[in-house]
């Protein structure tokens, strides 16, 4: 064969990867498509546009790294691409969405440890996990929180309002207020949704900004206590608003910005966090 027509081995197109690609997104196309559509009509969950996109920057971001490292198959990738069918098979029998929607996470970290190996795993392994972000919490679990949650909220948020003399008294969820005004700890008051945003923050600055495992799990775990107090000061905003300004300020500003207020203040303190947990580790010198 003339040496022209010749092909490089090393060039050849791998149609085996592609393959499985395209049969894989007509799997999972229904999946995708019911994903995005709960972010775009679920405020709580709209965080999930984002999620794919960072995952994309982590891996990016070690693209220098990542082309010093041989590619070298990985046969555990395998049992993990079946065992993520598997769990397809078996959310898709029992309409279970959140276990479909998980076995997507798991085919794609099978599949990208099956083809690139471990080596590159260790190094991406945070971008693919981090997708799990993306996907809502199962109504199980949500159910069985958020109405402890709501009891918590409101309690708490009563004791603060005693504390400043608001003469406020509470019925399991709801909230008296004097002239005759009620707030109502929902389940969208709950803080229980946006805990899950808020813990795809925490994951993220935990691993951008710590270097230690224990202190990327301590930052991690604070978004807890944090996004619960945030919660809980973003009800008792509220109650003092209707009280000493007006029902129509609580119920219409307020009650709009409380969100982002919760949202933007979780991310100072676990930014505050971040920097304590940097100061502790730094050693005097000698």
């Not at 996109?53 to 049992?79: A, D, H």
């Not at 603060?160 to 005004?181: D, K």
Request: with cysteine; charged share 15%; glycine share 6%.
């Amino acid at each position: 064969m003339p040496e022209a027509l010749q092909l490089n081995p090393s060039k050849r197109f791998n149609f085996e990867p592609t393959l499985l690609a395209v049969v894989l997104l007509g799997l999972y196309f229904q999946v995708i498509i019911g994903l995005v559509s709960e972010w775009w009509t679920d405020s709580n969950y709209s965080h999930g546009f984002l999620v794919p996109l960072i995952c994309l920057f982590v891996i990016w971001r070690k693209r220098n790294l990542l082309k010093t490292i041989e590619k070298e198959k990985s046969r555990l990738g395998f049992p993990v691409f079946l065992a993520g069918l598997l769990i397809y098979v078996i959310g898709t029998a029992g309409a279970e969405y959140f276990s479909v929607r998980f076995s997507l996470v798991v085919v794609i970290f099978g599949l990208a440890l099956y083809f690139f190996g471990k080596r590159i795993i260790k190094e991406i392994w945070f971008g693919i996990i981090f997708l799990l972000f993306m996907i809502p919490i199962p109504y199980v679990i949500y159910y069985a929180l958020a109405f402890p949650m709501q009891l918590l909220s409101s309690k708490v948020s009563v004791f603060f309002l005693h504390l400043i003399g608001v003469p406020a008294l509470r019925q399991g969820n709801i909230i008296y207020l004097p002239g005759a005004y009620t707030l109502e700890v929902a389940e969208a008051c709950s803080g229980l949704r946006s805990l899950v945003s808020l813990l795809a923050l925490g994951a993220l600055l935990a691993y951008l900004l710590q270097k230690s495992k224990l202190k990327q799990v301590t930052l991690f775990l604070s978004t807890i206590p944090i996004a619960i107090l945030a919660n809980f000061f973003r009800i008792f905003l509220t109650a003092v608003g209707a009280y000493t300004i007006s029902v129509k300020l609580a119920e219409d500003f307020l009650h709009e910005v409380s969100g982002i207020f919760v949202f933007l203040i979780s991310t100072f303190f676990l930014l505050c966090v971040s920097l304590l947990l940097n100061l502790f580790g730094k050693r005097k010198p000698v």
